[in-house]
């Protein structure tokens, strides 16, 4: 499961591309907590009460928090990615496409930025409450941009998952 230190690395990442507004949607309290070091460097740590419905929540609310920002993109990342380079987050960030996904030696990945045009259409559509903004992407292809980017963004959910990184 994601740790806060893992959490933390993956906001530091975000924070350090430079792109704009930071803002992070957790759900428990010790996240909020670890991303406290980030607040000088202008992250705001958001509470979803929701999020243990799925990830779709999350998402929500970040669009929701995006429109009274008076924001025109969204730039979505997961927690449990810390290996995200900054590059990643910029270049998503600059892309005027409705849709950009990161890939990785071609394939896609996170994070994905969404422009305004998406966001009716993700309030408004039901389904999986763990898929994101994935049957967007499906559904409209003709949005999407792929962004070549470096780093990884293979998640670290478990103990496990840590020796390929270890060095």
Not at 65 to 89: I, K, N, S, Y
Not at 94 to 121: F, H
Request: glycine share 8%.
């Amino acid at each position: 499961h994601r740790t806060a230190d893992d959490v933390l690395a993956a906001a530091r990442e975000m924070v350090a591309s430079g792109a704009c507004r930071f803002f992070v949607i957790v759900g428990a309290a010790p996240l909020a907590t670890a991303l406290e070091p980030l607040a000088a460097s202008g992250l705001s740590v958001v509470a979803n009460p929701e999020w243990s419905t799925g990830m779709r929540s999350s998402l929500l609310a970040a669009v929701s928090l995006a429109r009274r920002a008076g924001c025109t993109r969204l730039v979505v990342g997961l927690g449990d990615q810390p290996f995200v380079e900054p590059t990643a987050w910029s270049r998503l960030a600059a892309s005027d496409a409705p849709v950009a996904v990161a890939t990785y030696e071609g394939r896609r990945g996170n994070p994905v930025a969404l422009g305004s045009i998406t966001w009716d259409e993700l309030e408004s559509e039901g389904g999986d409450p763990d898929t994101g903004a994935r049957s967007l992407v499906n559904r409209h292809p003709d949005w999407v941009a792929e962004i070549p980017c470096e780093g990884d963004d293979r998640d670290i959910d478990t103990l496990e998952d840590l020796p390929p990184w270890k060095h």
